[in-house]
């Protein structure tokens, strides 16, 4: 039986043990002789333990014990990361107080955010049922990705572009899961066929959850339901070198907003088609010793629907084109290294109320990127890396005297450069060190948002004069990997000049800028009025991880982990940056056997009281969770390996207020949940 652990720097991994590889021998697996995780979203080929900065890793099994129908919701308590949790279906992760433009999201290292990034209420176009493992990436790796990775990369991991023959010509998955609080239903299946050296992909899952119960049951918190549904399909041909491939997928999801409008409460009606194509071919010569290639193109759109009227208010609709060519490249002096160009074409536009909110835009990105890894003695490794990008973004600005909307193109050159130190100390023992300046372009919406969003509640106004946001990063890291303890800990600062904020001005409208109490005879009040604007400010944390096993029992492990992480957010002119996590502690005990483990543990968010303007403090509160998983013997299954979990949260059935969440007065996220699961690989 594998049992793969995953202790990446900030993270700790959980600690359900995962079921036996694809066409893996249930009896041959063993812990001790497993491979070296690889991290895919570096541009080299590397380990968890040969990057400067910080990894999180979150495997196959997790994800399908989770339950999670978003990535915030699978993210979200891990050390380091918190989850917006505007709606059950829109939850978008938030690494160190950083979150919207300034995390990026992909699927095999290409963009999909959709239009999650401008405005919480819209969820991120991938569902974690479609993902085989997640990695969230910081430091000079990100600058692949482009400068919307300033706080890190959500990089979502499949194979629906096969890049290898699986063993045996064919493998597959099946999984479901039951919560009770939601009365949650979710299934998925996936496979994969060789014939020949064509290998064809197909997955598929579904989702369907009602109203969430919360403390005070039978209470429910009102359009927290969920339906959504996704089917995927590709094929790749392999070669002795290499690979080529492209897959095509559709992800259709509707979910309510909570704290409606009792008028007509809105729900969220979304899809997206995304196509992708990948080649690789390696073993080309001295120099260039890799090509990789990869490309794709989403279409995007959502309305927000009135459930009793089934009127369309808002109707975003966003396209995107993106490219990526890499070299890995051979010794160049000491350097090996990869060089790649990246461009994108994003086209965003909004009907209806939406179009209020937002004209068409339009955002074209060009940029040239490296990064090199110089052994500088056989226990201390250099990395860098750097970015040179062009960015172009027209759309329209609102003049708030004249209230005309005026075309505008605002043309941005962001650079960007980070470098880093990877020491091993020996008995597993590896330090890091990081520096990092990353410069920032406005998005579209922060330039020239200009109207009200009903999903929000708020009447948000751009500022179409907003220069480019640089963040200047340091972070100290020390983490060990091993059998029987393993420890990280990270320490970071990061300076920003310029920083793109989005806060509450004190001031409501209702549907026009004229009726803004701030306009000339305004005296609007259905909305909050939203702005963006920068100022210079200071992010600092530390976050720690670890496990230790403690004595041995039976035919397993007893064991102790831990995990804590804190972010303080200023504004250089005076009072905090809003919405910024509470400060996390946690610990648990578990149990590991070939075909059984167990855990029990907390999670405790302190009291929020380092509050931005118009902001409230938050209280406190206490997750306790269990799980327990059982690998069913070959005798019942065959060779099948087979599964069974039943895993327990918040089961103090404790109030929980996200402070990050814009809903968080009206809002408690789940009560007292027991969720039964099933997986099993063939």
Known sequence: MQIIRTMS?????????????WGADQESSDAATLPPMMVTTSPLPVTLDELAAPVTVVTRDEILNSGAPTLGALLGNKPGIAQSSFAAGASRPIIRGLDNYRVKFLENGLGSDGVSSVSEDHGVPIDPLSATRVEVVRGPATLRYGSQAIGGVVNVINSRIPTEIPEGGFKSEAAASYDTVSDGRQGSALMEAALGNVVFHADAYDRKTEDYRIPGSPSRQDMTWTDSQGVAGGASVILDNGYVGASVSHFDADYGIPVPDPADPTFIDMEQTKAQVAAEFDDLGTWVKTLRLTGGYNKYNHGEVGSLSGDVGSVFDDRQWEGRAEILHGNVGPFTGV???????????????????????????????????????????????????HAVVDGGALDEVTLAVNREERSFAPLSGSGGLVWKLGGNWVAGATAQ???????????????????????EIGDPTLGKETAISTELSLRREGKDYAFEAAVYRTKFNGYVL???????????????TNYPGGSGT????VRYSQQDATFRGLEISGRHSIFDLGAGVVGLDGQFDLVRAELDSG??????????????????????TGRVGFLHAFEQNDVGTFETETAGYTLLNAELHYLLPQQMTGSTPVEVSLIGENFLNDDVRNHVSFKKNGMLLPGRNVRFAVAARF
């Open 502 to 516: 989005k806060s509450l001005t004190g001031e409501t409208c209702d549907d026009t800028y004229d009726t803004c």
């Open 526 to 529: 259905e909305l909050q009025q």
């Open 437 to 459: 300046v990353s410069q920032r372009a406005p998005e579209a919406p922060e330039l020239f948002s200009k109207g009200p969003h009903e999903a929000t509640e708020t009447f």
């Open 575 to 596: 009072g905090n940056v809003p919405r910024i996590p509470p400060m996390r502690v946690g610990a648990g005990v578990y149990y590991e056997a070939d075909d059984f």
């Open 9 to 21: 720097a900030v993270m700790l991994a959980s600690s359900a043990f995962a079921l036996p590889a």
């Open 339 to 389: 060089i790649g160009v990246h461009a994108i074409d994003h086209k965003l536009s909004a009907g209806g109320e939406g179009g209020e909110l937002l004209a068409p835009t339009e955002t074209q990105t060009l940029a040239v990127f490296v990064f090199e890894e110089m052994p500088i003695t056989e226990a201390l490794k250099l990395q860098f890396g750097g970015r040179v990008e």
